[in-house]
């Protein structure tokens, strides 16, 4: 009776559910081929109308060992599915027309990426840029008559052809050296060559574009992960409000992020309109009226996961007020409502990523849909349109009434895929931690689950540190491919997590290995005691980031806890690490200051100075593209396991980044991960 009334529950709220697959045996356990095999909805983008929306559906083409990505268009209502483009290149980023008879898109059809216009009621794609540059990113202006394009360019080139110019000339040059004055001189896995994505305005009929940051040297969007979001045009399109940070040398440890405005026909310099505030400023957004600018801004000069505020300016005399100062959650975007008196927002909330609705005259605060992910909010005639993801299935798009009730399931991508695996079923749990505050875990049971065995456990410690394992479907940290490989899954967010009031999240400064190694300890002992069936003999713990740090840092301070451990681009030795990030602002706020004023702040929770105590097998990875975590930090750790002799072996990625990407890649990763837990974990299995 309780399973048929959860999956009532789960249904009334159109939730994708796989509650029957775990006693169906025609299905298989899922894995990392299962993963992979998910077609990735994004980008959803609703039509002006309300009725029609489009999104970017991603593909994995295992040949390719990539990705693909077309367009697909549906109802509003869930009708009308259909794929508006198959080209073998890449299509992404959608846009309406202000009359919604045609779809923008960014294509890499033409040999490079570059804007196309494709009519939604039949016709061929025609493309609207012919630019001797890809075009990064773009956005339609209100009128039409516009389009934003991003484009890296030499801040110091007067026309775009100069920038191709020069770098025709760089990869003719026989020497290959390059010469730096400043950070950064590499940046999260590339190096810099002296370019700067800058912000140009078009005509959509043809014409050169105006480079409206003209000798800035600084990027709009921010590197690494900024997008257009960061970019608005104004009500009247005669204008743009972009986020730059016009840090000079100081930019390695700067998070002095300001909105700049700069009208579309580049006469005249960006003015600074957020100068007043030294921390980040971004996501500039105007309401329906044109008289109010909507932003997110932090507070703190130099804390990358300080707390976003919503602040509102009127328009354009410039008046400012804060609306959620007394709200303690970081709000992930601006989405008006069509009469300007509600704001919508996503925010990480106790494990969850929560939509909320905010008064725009108040401040007043209420929850909208609280489970699950909640991904990319729009609106959608008199509904919310969003996409959600959840332990269970991947991001589907879901629309509901702003109350949050009467909840529809708009796509189905993945069913049939859903359908053929079994799932572990997930738990949360909480428990008291460090200082006996309210710590949050989730649990997610081994497929087959059956109360009368013991099984072995996979302990996932998050990066970060400033993240979280929660109710999400991660393609890279999955802890169903756990469950699928007969492994309990158990991930705890420890203090400096977020989505549990700024002041959880600002725990860990000053004490990596501290507060966060005790509610490790604690969770993973109340795990043991709430759940009987997790075999407390048989635990492996695996961590990336930060938690790969939290390995090192196990290894010399928990030795004898853990079968085995897994420590994918984790720092060994914080005080070189430093040195080696280009992120400068990260440890000098985690670390209260630099290393060589502060030293005792990098050596007191210093993994390195107690690798004499280690004895726990280790398996290490890393990526060579990984400028975050240097992968000389990984090859320092298996250095030391090998000459300590403790059993250990290296998985080294020579194309990939700070993540691994790439879907082969990944599969190797995966079986090369549950491979080590099943040599040292899964001793008297579950069978």
């Excluded at 980031?545 to 914080?574: K, Q, T």
């Amino acid at each position: 009776m309780r399973r048929i009334l959860k999956l009532l529950y789960l249904l009334s709220l159109g939730m994708s559910t796989n509650i029957w697959a775990a006693g169906d045996q025609d299905a298989h356990p899922f894995s990392v081929h299962d993963m992979l095999a998910m077609d990735r909805i994004s980008e959803p983008q609703v039509s002006p109308d309300g009725k029609r929306v489009v999104f970017t559906l991603r593909k994995t083409d295992l040949a390719a060992n990539r990705g693909r990505t077309d367009l697909w268009l549906v109802g509003t209502d869930g009708a009308g599915l259909r794929q508006l483009t198959s080209h073998p290149s890449g299509d992404s980023s959608p846009q309406w027309a202000p009359d919604g008879k045609s779809i923008y898109f960014l294509s890499t059809r033409s040999g490079s990426s570059q804007v196309w216009r494709l009519p939604v009621d039949g016709g061929e794609a025609e493309q609207k840029t012919t630019l001797p540059l890809d075009v990064g990113g773009f956005l339609l202006s209100p009128d039409g008559a516009r389009l934003a394009l991003v484009m890296e360019v030499f801040p110091n080139c007067e026309t775009i052809a100069c920038t191709k110019s020069k770098l025709d000339e760089m990869e003719s040059r026989k020497a290959s050296g390059r010469i730096y004055d400043k950070l950064f001189i590499r940046h999260w896995d590339t190096w810099k060559d002296g370019r700067r994505s800058h912000v140009f305005v078009m005509p959509t009929s043809g014409g050169e574009p105006i480079d409206l940051m003209k000798g800035m040297d600084a990027d709009s969007p921010s590197k690494p992960f900024g997008g257009i979001e960061e970019i608005a045009f104004t009500p009247d399109s005669k204008a743009i409000v972009f986020a730059a940070r016009l840090a000079g040398r100081e930019e390695a440890w700067s998070t002095n992020f300001d909105l700049y405005l700069a009208l579309v026909d580049g006469a005249t310099t960006p003015k600074n309109i957020t100068e007043s505030n030294k921390a980040w400023d971004t996501q500039p957004v105007f309401s329906p009226d044109g008289k109010t600018l909507a932003y997110l801004a932090m507070s703190r000069p130099g804390y990358e996961s300080d707390r976003f505020r919503i602040a509102l300016r009127s328009w354009p005399d410039g008046k400012e007020r804060v609306l959620t100062e007394a709200w303690d959650r970081s709000p992930g975007g601006i989405i008006w409502s069509a009469d300007g008196k509600t704001i919508y927002t996503t925010a990480g909330n106790l494990g969850q990523t929560s939509l909320f609705a905010i008064e725009t005259a108040t401040g007043k605060v209420r929850t909208v849909v609280k489970d699950g992910h909640v991904r990319t909010v729009a609106l959608a005639g008199a509904r919310l349109l969003f996409g959600m993801d959840h332990h269970r299935s991947p991001v589907e798009l879901y629309s509901a009434l702003p109350s949050g009730s009467d909840m529809r399931q708009i796509t189905r991508i993945n069913a049939d895929k859903l359908a053929k695996v079994r799932m572990g079923e997930p738990e949360q749990f909480t428990f008291k931690g460090w200082n006996d505050d309210t710590v949050y875990a989730y649990v997610v049971k081994p497929v087959d689950f059956d109360p009368n065995k013991k099984y072995p456990v996979a302990f996932l410690i998050h990066g970060g540190p400033q993240g979280s394992f929660g109710n999400d479907f991660h393609y890279r940290w999955n802890p169903q491919a756990y469950a699928g490989a007969g492994y309990a899954a158990a991930m705890v967010d420890f203090h400096g997590s977020t989505g549990y009031g700024q002041a959880f999240c600002d725990a860990i400064r000053g004490d990596w290995g501290g507060k966060p190694l005790e509610d490790l300890l604690k969770g993973l002992a109340a795990a043991l005691a709430k759940y009987p069936w997790m075999d407390g003999n048989r635990v492996g713990a695996l961590g990336a980031s930060y938690g790969g740090y939290m390995i090192n840092w196990i290894a010399g301070n928990w030795p004898d806890r853990f079968r085995c451990l897994v420590n994918h681009d984790g720092n060994l030795d914080e005080r070189l690490a430093y040195f080696d990030t280009e992120e400068l602002w990260f440890p000098e706020w985690d670390h209260q200051g630099n290393p060589w004023d502060n030293p005792e702040n990098y050596e007191k929770h210093n993994p390195i100075n107690h690798v004499k105590n280690w004895k726990t097998p280790m398996l290490v990875i890393h990526g060579a593209l990984d400028y975050r975590v240097v992968d000389t930090q990984g090859i320092s750790t298996f250095t030391a396991l090998q000459r300590r002799g403790i059993p250990s072996k290296f998985l080294y990625f020579p194309d990939e980044n700070h993540w691994v990407l790439k879907p082969h890649n990944s599969i190797l990763w995966h079986e090369t991960v549950i491979g080590w837990l099943d040599q040292w974990v899964k001793e008297e299995g579950t069978n």
